[in-house]
C-alpha cells in the first residue's frame, strides 16, 4: 500500500497492551477535536471526537482525554489489536474555521 | 468508505499536463472538501465546498481548481501539473453540522499522483 508517512513518530506495543497516542494543538481557541485512523492504502477513518467543554470521551476501546491547560490531547487505545497498526491523526477545529491536521503517529502492534 | 469514491484510484503524469481527479457521495451530504497528503505531514486543504456552486480556497489553493457541479460531485483539476503537485489526495464529505467544521468528515480512498 502507500506509505502514508516515512518519517512519523512511531509507537510500538506489544498485542493485548494498552497505547496512548499524544497529539499537542496550536490553537487555545479551538473547539472541536478529532482523531482519526489511516491504514496503508485508506483514507483517514474517523474514531472519535471531543469538544472543548468536555475533558474526557469514551468509545468502544478508545479513550480521548483534552487538556486545555497545556493545549493536549491523547487517544488511548485499550488492549490493543493486530488490526489497529495504522498511522492516527488529530485534527482541530481552530479559530479560523479550518479543520487542522496534525503529522500523524504510526502505531504498530507486536504479536 | 464505499460512500465516497475517487478516481482514478492512482495516476502518472507529466509536467504541463492539465490533469482531474473525481470524487462522488452517495451519503447525501452537502459540504465536500479536497485534501493533499505529503510523506510525514498531515492533510492540508485545498478547496472547499458547502453547497453546489458554493467554492472556497482552502490553505493551499494556488495550482489547482476545483468545480462542484452538483451535490455528489466535487473535481478537482491541475491546469498544468508540476512535479512537486506529487502527492495523495483525497476527497471528503460531511454533513451540515452547528458550525463550520465541527461536523465529522468521511474521506475517500485517495488517489496517488505522480508528476514526472
Known amino acids: 500500500g502507500e506509505s502514508v508517512g516515512l518519517h512519523l513518530p512511531t509507537l510500538s506495543v506489544q498485542e493485548g497492551d494498552n497505547s496512548i497516542i499524544n497529539c499537542a494543538y496550536s490553537?487555545?481557541?479551538?473547539?472541536?477535536f478529532i482523531w482519526y485512523k489511516q491504514e496503508s492504502g485508506k483514507g483517514p477513518q474517523f474514531i472519535i471526537d471531543?469538544?472543548?467543554?468536555?475533558d474526557k470521551r469514551q468509545g468502544q476501546r478508545v479513550t480521548v482525554l483534552l487538556n486545555k491547560t497545556v493545549k493536549h490531547l491523547s487517544l488511548q487505545i485499550a488492549a490493543t489489536q493486530p488490526g489497529d497498526s495504522a498511522v492516527y491523526f488529530c485534527?482541530?477545529?481552530?479559530?479560523?474555521?479550518?479543520?487542522?491536521f496534525g503529522g500523524g503517529t504510526r502505531l504498530m502492534v507486536k504479536p | 468508505d464505499a460512500d465516497v469514491t475517487q478516481t482514478p484510484r492512482n495516476r502518472i503524469t507529466k509536467t504541463g499536463k492539465r490533469i482531474m481527479l473525481e470524487c462522488s457521495q452517495t451519503?447525501?451530504?452537502?459540504?465536500m472538501y479536497w485534501y493533499r497528503q505529503d510523506p510525514g505531514l498531515g492533510l492540508r486543504l485545498i478547496y472547499y465546498?458547502?453547497?453546489?456552486?458554493?467554492?472556497n480556497k482552502g490553505e493551499i489553493s494556488d495550482g489547482y481548481s476545483v468545480s462542484r457541479q452538483a451535490q455528489a460531485k466535487f473535481s478537482l483539476s491541475l491546469e498544468s501539473a508540476i512535479p512537486n503537485q506529487t502527492a495523495l489526495y483525497f476527497c471528503?464529505?460531511?454533513?451540515?453540522?452547528?458550525?463550520?467544521?465541527?461536523?465529522?468528515?468521511?474521506f475517500g480512498p485517495g488517489t496517488r499522483l505522480t508528476v514526472l
Open positions: 471528503a464529505t460531511s454533513d451540515r453540522g452547528t458550525g463550520l467544521f465541527t461536523d465529522t468528515q468521511y
Open positions: 490553537n487555545s481557541a479551538s473547539d472541536y
Open positions: 471531543i469538544r472543548s467543554n468536555m
Open positions: 485534527a482541530e477545529n481552530n479559530a479560523g474555521n479550518m479543520l487542522t
Open positions: 451519503k447525501g451530504h452537502d459540504r
Open positions: 465546498s458547502f453547497d453546489v456552486k458554493d467554492i
